[in-house]
């Protein structure tokens, strides 16, 4: 849903999203990618907040 409006769904949502299900981590990176204006991204596997 996040992909279709460019909507930031929260990072702590996002977060948990990543711990919850492996196929969920592909999809969170390739959304992350896609709008890097969120100021989020996965390094080493790891959900990373830039302005944190």
């Known amino acids: 849903m996040a992909s279709?409006?460019?909507e930031?769904?929260?990072?702590?949502f996002l977060?948990?999203?990543?711990?919850d299900d492996p196929a969920l981590q592909i999809v969170i990176k390739k959304l992350l990618a896609k709008f890097p204006?969120?100021?989020i991204?996965?390094?080493d596997g790891v959900l990373v907040d830039w302005d944190k």
Request: charged share 5%; with cysteine; aromatic share 10%.
């Open 4 to 6: 279709l409006v460019g």
């Open 8 to 12: 930031n769904p929260s990072f702590d």
């Open 15 to 19: 977060q948990q999203c990543c711990h």
């Open 37 to 39: 204006q969120w100021g």
């Open 41 to 43: 991204a996965i390094v």
